[in-house]
């Protein structure tokens, strides 16, 4: 493994920039490829046959430009290829569950935890088996609530809407009747809506994937001696690919990063599917 | 044309239904064949390109399974992949916008027609420039409104929801201050939400795209005496084929057909790319 080779990280879509934001927060010398399948976004209402074949072949790309790490950003993938993507990785493969399990068993006091997320990901109970796998001596509840409303919320800009709140607050009920006191943010957009979360969930620590995955990335790259070379300034270096060009692409981009990012660049699915 | 050639019709996905419940309710003794291309779904928020190499390919399935018309249910392939598919197609395509464009001339009384569909159809201007065409005495004035929350709120089976009562008062505003007395239903799930858009648009003409595109298919055999032979008693069958199986098939095609649906057969996207 090269210290000078890329960090990898792909996504359904262009949701995992808000992993991506976390990585370059914390390794701002590296360089970056980042893949968002959006031909075929989003994962959460495919079978789990579909999501670990396209989850092999974003992997394959990024591998295909040597990265030293892959990072599955996208929670269904994580929740249902992780495996798979591992069987074809020549280098370390970090999905985005077990960074947050971790975190979540760490935050919680009542031992409830919420996970919310895609049908896929809550339906596959990933979460759940990476908690329960994680602690052999306590009882921990897991309350998981799909909320697919949420990512069409997010990508409409509706952050704090009314309308969002309402949503928000219809899908938090169950989490509330359990008592839940540590809330994953089981999927990529859930971040953007943290606020309007907050105010519907108060007092619950709201665990971000991201900064978790991040956190992981990092401790691995450390442990292999294989962070880039540290730099007085930082040389954070992105290069961005799509497998469809949306047009709200560099908009729905900034909301996630925070800063501007250029037009990505495109691979067809065809590509992918010869890799 | 042979007389028992099926009927074919595709979709996006799921959505589609709506049009073939239309197809099935005026011509009960045809076979047909449907095609959901679920493993790509949505259309609505990909590229024009895309959306015309995914609809030439769903379309060369079913020509493949000697269709004797081919119907596009989805708006957003219809808006910007009709003549794509016409290409490729030696049989007639009926997309859903002309038949909906007329649709709504015959219907509005004071010229003023609202569109509502995913961002692509709306951006498309197909409907207005449908519209425009098939007008070319009087002015008409054509207000589309991209509503991107209705597709999962429907699906969420939210039909009567404060929050989708909520939102759908936000999305018909500006049709609202334009006056539209008509209203095409652009996307094919638009139909199951029906009661709340005509409570936040009352007086106002409601256009379900399927129910005018059937008409006008049974148009279209009847000119070439390509309908099926009439049978005293109903004698419908329907294949239906994915690219990828949702758990949730069965429900939601029930949600919008209103009959009860086998589980329907894989078809790879690598068997349609390599029609």
Partial sequence: ?????????????????????????????????YLGDTARVPYGNKSPETVQQ???????FLLSHQ???????????????????????????IGVI?????AALRATKNGTIGIIGTRATVGSNAYAHEIQTLTTTEHINVVGQACPLFVPLAEEGWIAHP???????????????ENVDTLVLGCTHYPLLTETLQLA???????????????VT??????????????????????????????????????????????????????????
């Fill in 67 to 93: 990265v030293k790490v892959v990072i599955i950003a996208c929670n269904t993938a994580s929740a249902v290829a992780l495996e798979a993507v591992r069987q074809i990785s020549p280098v370390p493969v």
């Fill in 201 to 215: 969930m108060p007092g619950v620590t709201l665990i971000d994937p991201g900064e978790h995955a991040a956190e």
């Fill in 218 to 275: 990092r401790r691995v790259l450390t442990t292999k001696h294989a962070l880039a070379h540290t730099q007085e300034i930082p040389s954070t270096r992105i290069d961005y690919y799509v497998t469809d060009i949306p047009a709200t692409f560099p908009q729905v981009a900034k909301q996630f990063l925070g800063f501007d990012v250029p037009m990505p660049l495109l691979v067809s699915i065809e590509q992918l599917g010869r890799l």
């Fill in 163 to 177: 309308a969002t709140r309402a949503i928000a607050e219809e899908y938090m009920k169950p989490l509330k009747a």
């Fill in 1 to 33: 493994m090269n210290n000078d080779f890329p960090i990898g990280v792909f996504d359904s879509g262009v949701g995992g920039l808000s992993v991506l934001k976390h990585l370059v927060r914390i390794m701002p010398n590296e360089r970056y490829i």
């Fill in 98 to 102: 077990q960074p947050s399990a971790e």
């Fill in 54 to 60: 396209y989850s092999q072949q974003c992997a394959q």
